[in-house]
């Protein structure tokens, strides 16, 4: 089985820099993928990270530690467009992931 | 074409009828899968279809059936749904089962 644990709500203001994290606890490893989940709308994929180290994509990074079970999202200069779900999924030996639960990112002015 | 379609967008049924969900996708993904998602939960899988067959039923009840026609549609079929079966259905596609998933902007079902 899997177990994937993030916060289930963070706060932060604009222009600032957040980090949410994701530990799972998985019977084997095969990737780690970030969406991101505004209100009522579906998910959209911002990285995937399979090695350890990090994925810089613009305003967003991920990282992975595969020896550590973690693996973080980092957002620089903040937008109140950011506040959403930011939902970490995880790949065990198989092919499909396994969602968190997610973190819901609060962007206040 | 980068995005996946899914009509209807929003949905009422009573526990005795039969609808259809609809999903299309054409960016020449191989798999497409089907989500259930309740308020405040992750995306729940239901069903993956890879090359046009069904590879994976996470043990979804019988009222729930879905259909792959061809390879850029898939159809989620309903039928005496119960309450608890409300929620957002989204469809999902991926050039392999290995790659990143695509969602459509889901259907919101209601039950009553």
């Known amino acids: 089985g899997q177990n994937i644990d993030q916060p289930t709500e963070m706060t932060a203001t604009e222009g600032a820099i957040v980090q949410i994290n994701c530990t799972y606890q998985?019977?084997?490893?095969?990737?780690l993928f970030w969406y991101q989940q505004h209100a009522g709308e579906a998910p959209t994929f911002l990285s995937y990270n399979v090695l350890d180290g990090l994925e810089e994509k613009g305003r967003f990074s991920s990282f992975l530690s595969r020896s550590k079970g973690y693996s973080y999202l980092l957002l620089k200069e903040l937008q109140m467009k950011d506040s959403a779900s930011y939902l970490c999924a995880v790949r065990d030996g198989g092919y499909i992931p396994t969602f968190g639960r997610g973190t819901s990112l609060i962007v206040h002015p | 074409d980068t995005e996946v379609t899914q009509t209807p967008k929003h949905l009422v049924m009573g526990m005795t009828n039969k609808k259809s969900l609809k999903c299309e996708q054409h960016m020449g993904h191989r798999a497409m899968y089907w989500y259930k998602q309740k308020a405040k939960k992750p995306p729940e899988l239901m069903f993956v279809?890879?090359?046009?067959?069904?590879?994976i039923n996470e043990s979804v009840p019988s009222r729930f059936s879905p259909e792959c026609p061809n390879s850029s549609l898939l159809n989620l079929h309903l039928h005496a749904l119960q309450p608890e079966d409300s929620a957002l259905y989204l469809c999902a596609s991926s050039q392999g089962l290995s790659t990143e998933q695509y969602f459509g902007p889901g259907t919101r079902l209601t039950v009553t």
């Open positions: 279809y890879s090359y046009e067959k069904l590879s």
């Open positions: 998985t019977s084997g490893f095969n990737g």
